[in-house]
T-cell receptor
Framework: QQQVKQSPQSLIVQKGGISIINCAYENTAFDYFPWYQQFPGKGPALLIA?????SEKKEGRFTISFNKSAKQFSLHIMDSQPGDSATYFC????????????FGEGTQLTVNP | GAVVSQHPSRVICKSGTSVKIECRSL??????MFWYRQFPKQSLMLMAT?????????EQGVEKDKFLINHASLTLSTLTVTSAHPEDSSFYIC??????????FGSGTQLSVL
C-alpha cells in the first residue's frame, strides 16, 4: 500500500513539445503529492506539489493533474526545453507536512533541441 | 526556498575506513532530517529518519551499527558509514523538513569505497 508507480521510465521529447509523466498510488491516506526534479550528481529539487482537494495546479510551464478517484496524478511540462532534461520523481506522503515521502521509480526525460 | 547544505559532495575512501557526511539546514531549524541512498538510475531509498535529540529510526534492512546517525542540533545531522566496503559505494542524500512542513534536499554525497 506504500507503493507509488511511475511511468514511463524514460521519455524523449522534442523542444517545444509537451512532456507527460504519470504516477499511480495505492494508499488512499496519502494527502500530499510532490514532484521532484533531479540533475545528475545533485539532490532532488521540489518542482511543484498538489493536495487532493484540487484537481489541477499550474506553476509556469509545469502542471499537475490529480484524479482522486483513479488514484493517479501526472506532471505536464509545456513547451519543453533542453534544460528540462533531468530525472523526475513523483512522490506521496500521508502527512500534510510532506515528510516520509514514498518515491516513484523516476523518469529520465530528454528534450532534444 | 530553504537551503540544505551537504558535505562532502564526493568522497573516496579505502575499504575498512569510516566516512562522515554532514547535513546542515542553513536558514531554518529542522527537527526532522532524512537520509536516503540512491543507486545509479534508481529511485531514492529511505535509510533512516533522524530526530533532533533522540535516536534515529532506521528502515527495515538498514544496519544501524553500520550507518550511524547523529542529530545533535536543530541544524545538523550526520551520517557515518562505519567500516565502509565497496558495496557501500552509493549516492547518499539528506533532506530536512522545515517547520512549515516542506522538505528540502541536500546536494548529495557520492561515496566510492575502494
Amino acid at each position: 500500500q506504500q507503493q507509488v508507480k511511475q511511468s514511463p521510465q524514460s521519455l524523449i521529447v522534442q523542444k517545444g513539445g509537451i512532456s507527460i509523466i504519470n504516477c499511480a498510488y495505492e494508499n488512499t491516506a496519502f494527502d500530499y503529492f510532490p514532484w521532484y526534479q533531479q540533475f545528475p550528481g545533485k539532490g532532488p529539487a521540489l518542482l511543484i506539489a498538489i493536495r487532493p482537494d484540487v484537481s489541477e495546479k499550474k506553476e509556469g510551464r509545469f502542471t499537475i493533474s490529480f484524479n482522486k478517484s483513479a488514484k493517479q496524478f501526472s506532471l505536464h511540462i509545456m513547451d519543453s526545453q533542453p534544460g528540462d532534461s533531468a530525472t523526475y520523481f513523483c512522490a506521496a506522503s500521508r502527512e500534510t507536512s510532506g515528510s516520509r515521502l514514498t518515491f516513484g521509480e523516476g523518469t529520465q526525460l530528454t528534450v532534444n533541441p | 526556498g530553504a537551503v540544505v547544505s551537504q558535505h562532502p559532495s564526493r568522497v573516496i575512501c579505502k575499504s575498512g575506513t569510516s566516512v562522515k557526511i554532514e547535513c546542515r539546514s542553513l536558514d531554518f531549524q529542522a527537527t526532522t532530517m532524512f537520509w536516503y541512498r540512491q543507486f545509479p538510475k534508481q529511485s531514492l531509498m529511505l535509510m533512516a529518519t533522524s530526530n533532533e535529540g533522540s535516536k534515529a529510526t532506521y528502515e527495515q534492512g538498514v544496519e544501524k551499527d553500520k550507518f550511524l546517525i547523529n542529530h545533535a542540533s536543530l541544524t545538523l545531522s550526520t551520517l557515518t558509514v562505519t567500516s565502509a566496503h565497496p558495496e557501500d559505494s552509493s549516492f547518499y542524500i539528506c533532506s530536512a523538513r522545515e517547520q512549515g512542513g516542506k522538505l528540502f534536499f541536500g546536494s548529495g554525497t557520492q561515496l566510492s569505497v575502494l
